[in-house]
Protein backbone atom coordinates (compact mmCIF):
# COMPACT_ATOMS: atom_id res chain seq x y z
CA UNK A 1 0.00 0.00 0.00
CA UNK A 2 1.80 3.01 -1.17
CA UNK A 3 2.01 5.99 1.86
CA UNK A 4 0.20 8.78 0.83
CA UNK A 5 2.19 12.64 1.31
CA UNK A 6 1.15 15.28 3.74
CA UNK A 7 -0.37 18.38 1.73
CA UNK A 8 1.19 21.20 3.13
CA UNK A 9 -0.84 24.54 3.37
CA UNK A 10 0.65 28.14 2.95
CA UNK A 11 0.29 28.67 6.67
CA UNK A 12 2.73 26.13 7.69
CA UNK A 13 5.43 28.38 5.53
CA UNK A 14 4.16 31.39 6.78
CA UNK A 15 6.62 31.75 9.59
CA UNK A 16 9.51 31.85 6.98
CA UNK A 17 7.58 33.99 4.39
CA UNK A 18 5.89 37.22 6.94
CA UNK A 19 7.49 40.10 7.41
CA UNK A 20 8.07 40.65 11.04
CA UNK A 21 7.53 43.99 11.00
CA UNK A 22 4.39 43.96 9.26
CA UNK A 23 3.05 41.11 9.09
CA UNK A 24 1.74 40.26 5.80
CA UNK A 25 3.76 38.27 3.77
CA UNK A 26 7.15 39.32 2.54
CA UNK A 27 6.76 42.04 -0.53
CA UNK A 28 10.84 42.97 -1.95
CA UNK A 29 11.79 40.55 0.73
CA UNK A 30 15.26 42.64 1.80
CA UNK A 31 17.99 40.93 3.75
CA UNK A 32 20.23 42.98 6.12
CA UNK A 33 23.37 41.57 5.60
CA UNK A 34 24.96 42.22 9.16
CA UNK A 35 22.01 39.63 10.44
CA UNK A 36 20.73 37.76 8.01
CA UNK A 37 17.49 38.89 8.68
CA UNK A 38 14.76 39.60 6.19
CA UNK A 39 11.77 42.30 5.95
CA UNK A 40 10.25 43.80 3.30
CA UNK A 41 11.59 46.20 1.12
CA UNK A 42 8.90 49.30 2.48
CA UNK A 43 9.13 48.08 6.40
CA UNK A 44 12.53 47.90 6.57
CA UNK A 45 13.84 51.31 4.99
CA UNK A 46 11.15 52.73 6.81
CA UNK A 47 11.91 51.54 10.25
CA UNK A 48 15.61 52.42 9.37
CA UNK A 49 14.72 56.42 9.06
CA UNK A 50 14.39 56.33 12.38
CA UNK A 51 17.00 53.38 14.17
CA UNK A 52 20.30 52.10 12.96
CA UNK A 53 19.75 48.33 14.61
CA UNK A 54 17.69 45.74 13.29
CA UNK A 55 14.01 45.43 14.51
CA UNK A 56 14.03 41.49 15.39
CA UNK A 57 17.92 41.08 17.29
CA UNK A 58 18.57 44.61 18.16
CA UNK A 59 21.93 44.09 16.60
CA UNK A 60 23.64 47.73 14.74
CA UNK A 61 23.24 47.19 11.56
CA UNK A 62 25.61 50.49 10.05
CA UNK A 63 26.73 53.66 12.48
CA UNK A 64 25.68 55.94 10.12
CA UNK A 65 23.79 54.25 7.00
CA UNK A 66 21.99 50.99 7.69
CA UNK A 67 20.81 50.95 4.23
CA UNK A 68 23.92 50.66 2.73
CA UNK A 69 23.66 46.86 4.40
CA UNK A 70 20.24 45.35 2.64
CA UNK A 71 20.36 43.38 -0.37
CA UNK A 72 17.02 42.09 -2.51
CA UNK A 73 16.17 38.34 -1.93
CA UNK A 74 15.32 37.99 -5.44
CA UNK A 75 14.88 33.61 -5.01
CA UNK A 76 12.65 34.51 -1.52
CA UNK A 77 9.80 36.80 -3.93
CA UNK A 78 9.98 33.85 -6.42
CA UNK A 79 9.42 30.96 -3.98
CA UNK A 80 7.16 33.50 -1.99
CA UNK A 81 5.04 34.36 -5.35
CA UNK A 82 4.82 30.23 -6.14
CA UNK A 83 3.43 29.70 -3.01
CA UNK A 84 0.63 32.72 -2.54
CA UNK A 85 -1.51 32.26 -6.19
CA UNK A 86 -2.55 35.96 -7.16
CA UNK A 87 -0.10 37.13 -4.81
CA UNK A 88 2.12 38.80 -7.92
CA UNK A 89 -0.48 40.07 -9.93
CA UNK A 90 -1.66 41.97 -7.03
CA UNK A 91 1.26 43.71 -6.23
CA UNK A 92 2.44 44.37 -9.82
CA UNK A 93 -1.42 45.88 -10.05
CA UNK A 94 -0.45 47.72 -6.87
CA UNK A 95 2.44 49.10 -8.08
CA UNK A 96 0.97 49.98 -10.89
CA UNK A 97 -1.90 52.52 -9.58
CA UNK A 98 0.81 53.83 -7.11
CA UNK A 99 2.69 55.24 -9.78
CA UNK A 100 -0.07 56.45 -11.84
CA UNK A 101 -1.68 58.03 -9.16
CA UNK A 102 2.14 59.89 -8.07
CA UNK A 103 2.82 61.23 -11.26
CA UNK A 104 1.20 64.86 -12.54
CA UNK A 105 -0.73 65.49 -15.25
CA UNK A 106 0.34 68.14 -17.87
CA UNK A 107 -2.09 69.25 -20.81
CA UNK A 108 -3.47 65.61 -20.41
CA UNK A 109 -0.69 63.58 -21.02
CA UNK A 110 1.41 61.63 -18.85
CA UNK A 111 5.15 63.40 -18.42
CA UNK A 112 6.15 60.48 -17.38
CA UNK A 113 6.58 58.95 -20.47
CA UNK A 114 7.23 62.30 -21.94
CA UNK A 115 8.98 61.52 -25.87
CA UNK A 116 12.23 64.45 -25.17
CA UNK A 117 13.10 61.45 -22.71
CA UNK A 118 15.88 58.87 -23.80
CA UNK A 119 15.12 55.61 -22.35
CA UNK A 120 18.09 53.93 -19.66
CA UNK A 121 18.12 50.20 -19.54
CA UNK A 122 20.17 48.70 -16.97
CA UNK A 123 23.61 48.41 -19.45
CA UNK A 124 23.62 52.15 -18.98
CA UNK A 125 22.90 52.49 -23.10
CA UNK A 126 20.10 54.18 -24.28
CA UNK A 127 18.40 52.94 -27.24
CA UNK A 128 15.45 51.97 -28.68
CA UNK A 129 16.13 47.99 -28.75
CA UNK A 130 16.52 47.30 -25.37
CA UNK A 131 13.41 45.91 -23.72
CA UNK A 132 15.20 45.40 -20.35
CA UNK A 133 12.52 46.79 -17.55
CA UNK A 134 10.22 48.22 -19.68
CA UNK A 135 7.31 46.75 -18.20
CA UNK A 136 8.42 48.77 -15.11
CA UNK A 137 6.83 51.91 -13.98
CA UNK A 138 8.77 54.55 -15.49
CA UNK A 139 10.28 58.13 -13.72
CA UNK A 140 11.69 60.46 -15.60
CA UNK A 141 14.97 61.81 -13.36
CA UNK A 142 17.03 65.34 -14.74
CA UNK A 143 21.10 64.89 -14.08
CA UNK A 144 22.70 68.24 -12.97
CA UNK A 145 26.10 68.43 -12.84
CA UNK A 146 27.40 69.94 -9.76
CA UNK A 147 30.17 72.23 -10.42
CA UNK A 148 33.33 71.98 -8.26
CA UNK A 149 33.42 74.07 -4.86
CA UNK A 150 36.88 74.08 -4.55
CA UNK A 151 37.58 70.69 -3.28
CA UNK A 152 39.45 69.09 -6.64
CA UNK A 153 40.20 71.17 -9.97
CA UNK A 154 38.47 68.56 -11.86
CA UNK A 155 37.17 69.86 -15.13
CA UNK A 156 36.50 66.02 -16.30
CA UNK A 157 33.16 66.40 -15.40
CA UNK A 158 30.94 68.21 -17.23
CA UNK A 159 26.94 68.90 -18.43
CA UNK A 160 25.37 66.51 -20.46
CA UNK A 161 23.92 66.95 -23.64
CA UNK A 162 20.22 65.73 -22.71
CA UNK A 163 20.05 65.96 -19.02
CA UNK A 164 16.44 64.42 -18.33
CA UNK A 165 15.80 60.75 -19.23
CA UNK A 166 13.30 58.23 -18.42
CA UNK A 167 13.80 54.54 -17.47
CA UNK A 168 12.95 52.24 -14.63
CA UNK A 169 11.73 52.88 -11.08
CA UNK A 170 14.47 49.97 -10.24
CA UNK A 171 16.90 51.58 -12.02
CA UNK A 172 19.70 51.71 -9.42
CA UNK A 173 22.38 54.24 -8.94
CA UNK A 174 25.39 52.49 -10.04
CA UNK A 175 23.76 52.20 -13.28
CA UNK A 176 23.29 56.18 -13.03
CA UNK A 177 26.70 56.59 -12.82
CA UNK A 178 27.22 54.05 -15.36
CA UNK A 179 25.23 55.82 -17.98
CA UNK A 180 26.99 58.72 -17.14
CA UNK A 181 30.73 57.70 -17.20
CA UNK A 182 29.30 56.45 -21.20
CA UNK A 183 28.08 59.99 -21.79
CA UNK A 184 30.96 61.71 -20.37
CA UNK A 185 33.46 59.25 -21.78
CA UNK A 186 35.25 58.88 -18.23
CA UNK A 187 37.68 56.20 -17.68
CA UNK A 188 36.43 53.25 -16.00
CA UNK A 189 38.46 54.05 -12.62
CA UNK A 190 36.99 57.30 -12.52
CA UNK A 191 34.64 57.51 -9.65
CA UNK A 192 31.50 59.44 -9.42
CA UNK A 193 29.32 60.87 -6.35
CA UNK A 194 25.40 60.93 -7.45
CA UNK A 195 23.19 63.71 -4.86
CA UNK A 196 19.87 64.09 -3.96
CA UNK A 197 19.11 67.15 -2.30
CA UNK A 198 22.83 67.17 -1.31
CA UNK A 199 22.99 63.60 0.23
CA UNK A 200 25.30 60.98 -1.41
CA UNK A 201 22.75 58.24 -2.64
CA UNK A 202 24.01 54.40 -1.89
CA UNK A 203 24.89 52.75 -5.31
CA UNK A 204 22.24 50.14 -4.34
CA UNK A 205 19.66 52.54 -4.14
CA UNK A 206 16.94 52.35 -6.54
CA UNK A 207 15.15 55.60 -8.28
CA UNK A 208 11.80 54.55 -6.46
CA UNK A 209 13.57 54.87 -3.07
CA UNK A 210 15.15 58.03 -3.62
CA UNK A 211 12.04 59.25 -5.07
CA UNK A 212 9.64 58.21 -1.48
CA UNK A 213 12.87 58.40 0.61
CA UNK A 214 14.61 61.75 -0.90
CA UNK A 215 12.84 63.41 -2.95
CA UNK A 216 9.10 63.15 -2.21
CA UNK A 217 9.47 63.18 1.87
CA UNK A 218 11.31 66.63 1.59
CA UNK A 219 8.54 68.73 0.20
CA UNK A 220 10.07 68.15 -3.60
CA UNK A 221 6.55 68.00 -5.00
CA UNK A 222 8.53 69.37 -8.60
CA UNK A 223 8.94 67.13 -11.40
CA UNK A 224 11.00 65.22 -12.92
CA UNK A 225 13.40 64.38 -9.78
CA UNK A 226 16.49 65.60 -10.17
CA UNK A 227 19.82 64.33 -8.99
CA UNK A 228 23.26 66.07 -8.91
CA UNK A 229 26.78 64.22 -9.92
CA UNK A 230 30.02 65.18 -9.37
CA UNK A 231 33.65 64.12 -9.28
CA UNK A 232 34.13 61.62 -5.75
CA UNK A 233 35.75 64.41 -3.42
CA UNK A 234 38.45 62.35 -1.28
CA UNK A 235 38.54 63.56 2.41
CA UNK A 236 41.12 61.44 3.43
Not at 63 to 92: A, H, Q
Amino acid sequence: MAATGRKHLVRDFNHFITCYLCRGYLIKPTTVTECLHTFCKSCIVQHFEESNDCPRCGIQVHETNPLEMLRLDNTLEEIIFKLVPGLREKEEQQEVDFWRRSQPKENGQDSLRCQRFPDVGEDGEDGEDDDCHRSDPQIAICLDCLRNTGQTGDTSVTDLMKRFIRCSSRVTVGTIKKFLSLKLKLPSSYELDVLCNGEIMGRDHTLEFIYMTRWRLHGDNTYPMVLEYRPRIDFG
